[in-house]
């Protein structure tokens, strides 16, 4: 018998709840109970592989490789083998806990248009016989900032500008609020999402089992990774850059809620870093609980430099990370690239919010909202083209990135793309719509 006990005072406690309350309202919503995320059990050898460690530099074409041991004895080795498709590519000998680099003869990329994937086979040998054998995978992929030709920081993956475009996703569903009901369902929402013509997805104030990242990898959609929030209250909002207005915009957190934080957040980094998808980290959002911001940003920057850092999105702003974040309802803005251009990537971490209740398919039957209400798919769709006309001139500005709110409709809010129950898509024709946005000619990257 194994008795898995939790005390969660959810919202009332210093611990990340995300948008878990006590008493849901708004964009605040019903508390989860249990254990939410996949459970593994398995039998394994005294002697055992616990975690391998894979880290892509694209301009090498290497894979930093390393696997940590449980019970190694001396002259244990780790045989790591490289497939591409049923064909060895590369293959290394290792010590237990030490690094290798694996040279990639002809690589091929990870993008959104090509998500390739390299397969993994990972043996615990003991005199030249496997005792624990594991499989994973891999991808060559870069994320990184350089000026365009007006100086403007633009997002670069792969060395190239591609505008990244995709919904603000929350990851809940109507019948298992955190824990979705199957493999299939995690995956449906990320296929919907690449079919809909997006090449991003910002996974907001919740992180996912395993599978769903494995499902973006495979699919080829980027990823912005949140901290789950916690511990909110007792500091100011304020969007502009800088305490200009002189009001307290760090959250004095006491010592053992920092303690939870740091050590979350390590934990999540290390529990995804393999994931290629994931192209950046968020620590914080809209001052929800925000505290010490320079140095929780650059101390992510400094434990994962193969990832960008969005040090706050929608604020508060400090000079620091790679992002400059803004968060406007309903329609497209962005930051003015002749101030703010030159030292950060200016991206709109949330817009839109354009909402369409949907008889029998809403959480409940009235007084559900959307920061912009609508009765009709077409007087919704026809607002919606009208914003991505407009995000099309801001790219052009200088815009590197944009989020919109959001994927699904999430308990009272009616907001999203699909309903709740995932039956019904509320607009036709998003790839088509989407196209322009990732047509880019125009903006010209320095060269060296």
């Known amino acids: 018998e194994i008795v898995v006990s939790v005390w969660d005072p959810t919202d009332h406690g210093p611990q990340p709840n995300g948008k878990q309350v006590n008493k849901p309202h708004g964009i605040w919503y019903t508390p989860v109970s249990g254990i939410w995320q996949t ?30 041991v449980a019970q190694a004895e001396p002259g244990d080795k780790i045989k790591v083998e490289v497939y591409e498709g049923a064909t060895k590519v590369q293959e290394a000998e290792v010590d237990p806990g030490a690094a290798t680099a694996l040279k990639i003869p002809n690589a091929k990329a990870w993008s959104p248009d090509t998500p390739f994937l390299y397969d993994l086979k990972i043996a615990l040998l003991r005199k030249g016989k496997a005792i624990d054998q594991v499989s994973s995978y891999f991808a060559l992929r870069k994320i990184s900032v350089k000026p365009d030709a007006n100086g403007i920081q633009r997002m670069l993956l792969n060395d190239k500008f591609i505008f990244q475009y995709g919904p603000l996703d929350q990851g809940w569903w109507p019948d298992g609020l955190y824990t979705a009901p199957t493999d299939e369902a995690l995956k449906f929402d990320v296929v919907e999402t690449k079919k809909m013509g997006f090449n991003m997805i910002r996974k907001h104030i919740k992180v996912e089992p395993a599978r769903w990242y494995y499902h973006c990898d495979k699919e080829g959609i980027l990823v912005w990774q949140d901290m789950p929030s916690g511990d909110l209250g007792g500091n100011a909002w304020d969007m502009r850059l800088g305490n200009i207005t002189g009001r307290k915009l760090e959250k004095d957190r006491s010592a053992a809620s920092e303690t939870i934080f740091r050590k979350e957040w390590k934990a999540i980094m ?7 998808s994931i192209v950046m980290w968020v620590p914080f959002n809209e001052a929800w609980g925000q505290f010490k911001t320079k140095d929780i940003t650059e101390w992510t920057m400094k434990y994962d430099p193969s ?3 969005n040090s706050a999105s929608g604020g508060n ?8 974040d803004i968060h406007h309802y309903p329609d497209p ?15 709109l ?9 949907l008889e029998g398919h809403t959480w409940q039957e ?8 609508f009765k009709n798919k077409e007087d919704l769709s026809k607002r919606y083209a009208e914003f991505m006309v407009s995000l ?18 999430v308990e009272i809010e009616t907001n999203g793309l699909m309903t709740y129950d995932r039956k019904i898509l509320k607009m036709d024709g998003l790839k088509e719509l989407h196209k322009p946005l990732y047509n880019n000619e125009k903006v010209r990257i320095q060269s060296n």
């Open 39 to 68: 459970v593994w059990v398995e039998t394994l050898p005294k002697s055992h592989i616990v975690s391998t460690k894979h880290t892509p530099h694209f301009d090498t074409s290497t894979l930093n490789f390393s696997a940590q």
């Open 270 to 276: 290390d529990a995804l870093h393999n994931f290629p």
């Open 307 to 309: 990832r960008l850092v």
């Open 317 to 324: 702003f400090y000079p620091t990370g790679h992002i400059l």
């Open 333 to 347: 803005q962005m930051p003015d690239p002749q101030y703010f251009g030159k030292d950060q990537v200016l991206v």
């Open 349 to 357: 971490g949330e817009f839109g919010g354009l909402g369409l209740p």
């Open 366 to 373: 009235k007084n559900n909202w959307g920061y912009q209400s």
């Open 392 to 409: 099309k001139g801001l790219i052009e500005k200088g815009l590197s990135a944009a989020v919109y709110t959001q994927t699904t409709d």
